[in-house]
């Protein structure tokens, strides 16, 4: 699936504090490190990484950076391990029975395909894995039928990489000949619409989608986008705002984006104070989303009475922010505000 396609320039998120740079080559401890990938081979970002060890009762949790690579120092004490990956949009995966040697590196990747979120096997309690036996069984009986969309859908995304949105458009309408019970193709039809300014046939496709997975936490940020474009501002926050909703239990990050998003159309729409508060709750789910701290600065700074905190978030983009241009700008506001 798409990574969320974003209202402004995409943001880098920060990396979780356990992310080890670099391992000596002399230290005699080992770790675990790896690679997560989507279906396209493109790197995934802030994906979940949890580790566990299995003999004891101990688990540690990180994320990818934006190459999609992790890496935990595991220190000196031996054991047996297990890697799980999660990340909105796509099917859970985990590799288990790792045992890295001393002053090893166990490389443990990760290629993800669209999906949902669901427990795994070992999550599960008895009557669950009974129950994911018997839709397994459902599933095989069909399994020729989706193979058959599966390949139209795999030269749609192909032909959608190279940029010919109205050939992948007729091979995922080919896709949902044979299977219309899948939101992954819905979800690239609509992006393929999107690209094509077709936003009407977007807007349709996505709310397909969503029928099929209603939870989907990148589907409704990404119809909150087409609806924006439209026009269709009250509709857009709606879908922003029920993305957040979800997106606050399972994927912080992900809520923190769609408040940002709902944040900028507020602003755009004049609703300046709502605006305000919707990058402060961005800011929440993810204290290290500088461009919230930007934006919300410039709303802030509408108004004497709450010039001093525009001041304190445009420090704090100066502190974290990664554009130059607007670092400069950030700094002359201040300037202008009477801060130091």
């Not at 396209?40 to 949790?61: E, L, M």
């Not at 859908?153 to 000949?177: I, M």
């Not at 930007?294 to 100066?318: N, V």
């Amino acid at each position: 699936m798409n990574s969320i396609r974003k209202l402004l320039v995409p943001v880098s998120m920060a990396i979780g504090l356990l992310w080890i740079l670099a391992i000596p080559a002399a230290a005699q401890n080992h770790a675990i490190a790896g690679k997560v990938t989507d279906e396209k081979g493109q790197p995934v970002a802030d994906a979940q990484i949890t580790i566990q060890q299995t003999d004891v009762v101990r688990s540690i949790t990180t994320k990818t950076n934006k190459k999609g690579e992790y890496q935990y120092l595991l220190g000196m004490q031996a054991g047996m391990y297990r890697v799980v990956v999660r990340k909105a949009g796509y099917e859970p995966q985990y590799q288990e029975h790792i045992r890295p040697s001393l002053g090893e590196t166990a490389q443990v990747d990760f290629k993800l395909e669209p999906g949902k979120d669901h427990k795994l096997p070992f999550e599960m309690t008895a009557a669950e894995q009974e129950q994911l036996k018997a839709e397994n069984a459902q599933i095989g009986k069909t399994k020729q039928f989706s193979a058959e969309a599966k390949a139209h859908f795999e030269q749609g995304v192909q032909l959608s990489n190279q940029e010919k949105y109205a050939e992948a458009v007729d091979e995922f309408n080919k896709a949902l000949e044979k299977d219309a019970k899948q939101f992954a193709i819905f979800d690239h039809l609509a992006d393929a619409y999107s690209k094509m300014g077709k936003n009407d046939e977007a807007l349709a496709a996505y709310e397909k989608a969503i029928a099929l997975d209603p939870n989907n936490v990148e589907l409704l940020t990404n119809m909150g986008i087409v609806l924006n474009k439209m026009g269709k501002v009250p509709e857009s926050q709606e879908a922003f705002k029920k993305a957040a909703a979800l997106g606050a239990a399972s994927n912080p990050a992900s809520a923190a984006q769609s408040f940002y998003n709902l944040g900028v159309t507020m602003f755009n729409s004049n609703h300046v104070d709502d605006a305000v508060d919707s990058f402060k709750k961005a800011i929440a789910a993810d204290p290290t989303f500088a461009e919230a701290y930007f934006q919300m600065g410039i709303c802030l700074s509408a108004k004497t009475e709450t010039m001093p905190a525009a001041i304190e978030a445009m420090k704090k983009y100066i502190e974290i922010g990664k554009k130059p241009d607007q670092i400069e700008v950030a700094k002359q506001m201040i300037t202008a505000m009477g801060g130091k």
